[in-house]
């Protein structure tokens, strides 16, 4: 799992954030802030998250041939 989470996030904060993946037993694979973004980081970076995502999808897959 990667995470991302913006640093001016006021809706869940990242302490938030950290908390709940360790309730939940989740250890991400990476963790990426995304720096003076908030809440809705994800309307301005989602080609990143999105090739991020196809990267770990390649690099999983690969793995697995």
Not at 6 to 12: A, E, K, L, M, V
Request: aromatic letters at 6%; zero cysteines.
């Amino acid at each position: 799992v990667d995470v991302w989470h913006g640093t001016s996030d006021q809706i869940i904060t990242l302490d938030e954030a950290r908390a709940a993946l360790t309730q939940l037993g989740i250890v991400p694979a990476s963790f990426q802030l995304v720096e003076g973004e908030g809440h809705l980081f994800v309307t301005n970076h989602h080609r990143a998250i999105m090739e991020a995502a196809v990267r770990s999808w390649e690099t999983d897959t690969a793995k697995q041939a």
